[in-house]
């Protein structure tokens, strides 16, 4: 066997190695750039103070997934501003929190809860039964009124709501648009300002 030959089997030999090395290398960096691109995608569509789903997950969901017939429900804090100026944003951050785990204690597996922006929330039920869902949203709004606010005591926080069905095979975009009407409505109707208004 001539130094030459000797030379080329090893030289081959090693390119071998390396180049199995490199390919090892590239599957790995594929596989952590899959992992930082789910988590990416997971901080996107949570929200990161409630934990609930967030806006671009809503948007999401409507656009691209065909629901089930069901409810949906529109949801806004009452005088949540006022709040804030009393306590002070930590504080307010921590009532959203607090909110966002009562909203997901009082819904099952099957629905989904979304916090739309600021103090107001979507939260879609997988049935047809408006009294069961009137009844979960009630019941909400009671905990709400006897809302407890860490080292500070009591503070009740109002909730407004409305709810539009979901006709089956249909987005749910405009049952949306319909029960954040019919929500406005109610906070009308109570004489609650919206957002940015003086505080009764």
């Keep these: 066997m001539t130094v030459l030959l000797v030379i080329s089997l090893a030289l081959g030999l090693g390119l071998g190695i390396y180049a199995l090395d490199l390919r090892r290398r590239v599957g790995q960096l594929l596989q952590q ?18 934990e609930l789903s967030s806006r671009v997950a809503l948007e999401k969901w409507i ?20 709040l804030n100026d009393r306590y002070g944003h930590l504080v307010g951050d921590q009532v959203l929190r607090d909110i966002g ?3 997901r204690g009082s819904i099952r597996q099957e629905d989904r809860a979304f916090r739309w922006g ?14 069961l869902v009137e009844d ?26 409305a709810v539009a069905a979901i006709p089956a095979g249909s987005t749910a975009r405009d049952s949306l648009q319909e029960a954040d009407q019919r929500m406005l409505e109610t ?4 004489r609650i300002p919206l ?3 003086p505080i009764a």
């Design 33 to 50: 750039v899959q992992e930082l691109e789910a988590r990416a995608a997971s901080h996107l569509h949570t929200d990161s103070l409630t």
């Design 63 to 82: 656009e691209e997934v065909q629901p089930c017939a069901g409810l949906l429900a529109v949801c806004d804090l009452d005088n949540f501003k006022a």
């Design 101 to 103: 785990q009562l909203i």
């Design 118 to 131: 600021g103090d107001e929330f979507v939260i879609y039920f997988r049935t047809e039964d408006q009294a």
């Design 136 to 161: 979960r949203l009630r019941a909400l709004e009671r905990r709400l009124a006897n809302f407890y606010v860490r080292n500070h005591g009591p503070a009740s926080v109002g909730l407004s709501w």
């Design 187 to 190: 906070k009308r109707q109570r």
């Design 195 to 197: 957002a940015g208004g």
